[in-house]
T-cell receptor, first 110, second 118 residues
Framework: DAKTTQPPSMDCAEGRAANLPCNHS???????VYWYRQIHSQGPQYIIH???NNETNEMASLIITEDRKSSTLILPHATLRDTAVYYC???????????FGPGTRLSVLP | ETGVTQSPTHLIKTRGQQVTLRCSSQ?????VSWYQQALGQGPQFIFQ???????GRGNFPPRFSGLQFPNYSSELNVNALELDDSALYLC?????????????????FGPGTRLTVT
């Protein structure tokens, strides 16, 4: 079973920030938080990952709470092309066995 | 940098037949993982290959088998196909290091092979 829980769906207005939450209360000290997204049955696309510090790249920001039991993926200016299923995964770096949950279906609305 | 590629893109087989799916890993990567994604669900881990050996397996029967070749490309074989094997099969590659300073952070997925079993 997935070690994460996410809301099944969210809407966001185009141009606004999309904030996608993820709970991972049983995360262990050596497990990273990864975010992927999947657009209409294409292969999942890597977005960002982190261990305990907040991370930012050209696609998104990842905010991890101090107790590491939850995180938020932030898409700063959502576009229609960001409509996808977003998966939050916790995993060790070595011997990765990604356990995907059902994810959050994000709909960006014009 | 060459991304992960998979072949074929689509495949239709009959129940009881055997199928082989292929994956070329991203340049510089040494580890390949296979996932099965049924319609409307998240991908499910089948197994992973590292240095040509199976390095972890999910809850899939032995009729799902694989190979990894010296160039790190990989095959997924499924025998005695069942209707429930109809799914999108995804391959993901990553770099797993064995020394300090090297670590695997992200897996890069291919576009998948859509298998339909009739």
């Amino acid at each position: 079973d997935a070690k994460t829980t996410q809301p099944p769906s969210m809407d966001c207005a185009e141009g606004r920030a999309a904030n996608l939450p993820c709970n991972h209360s049983t995360i262990s000290g050596n497990e990273y938080v990864y975010w992927y997204r999947q657009i209409h049955s294409q292969g999942p696309q890597y977005i960002i990952h982190g261990l305990k510090n907040n991370e930012t790249n050209e696609m998104a920001s990842l905010i991890i709470t101090e107790d590491r039991k939850s995180s938020t993926l932030i898409l700063p200016h959502a576009t229609l092309r960001d409509t996808a299923v977003y998966y939050c995964i916790v995993s060790y770096t070595y011997g990765q066995n990604f356990v995907f949950g059902p994810g959050t279906r994000l709909s960006v609305l014009p | 940098e060459t991304g992960v590629t998979q072949s074929p893109t689509h495949l239709i087989k009959t129940r009881g037949q055997q199928v082989t799916l292929r994956c070329s890993s991203q340049s510089g990567h040494n580890t390949v993982s296979w996932y099965q994604q049924a319609l409307g669900q998240g991908p499910q881990f089948i197994f992973q290959y590292y240095r040509e050996e199976e390095n972890g397996r999910g809850n899939f029967p032995p009729r799902f088998s694989g190979l990894q070749f010296p160039n790190y490309s990989s095959e997924l074989n499924v025998n005695a196909l069942e209707l429930d094997d109809s799914a999108l099969y995804l391959c993901a590659s990553s770099l797993v290091g064995t020394g300090p300073g090297l670590a695997s952070y992200e897996q890069y997925f291919g576009p998948g092979t859509r298998l339909t079993v009739t």
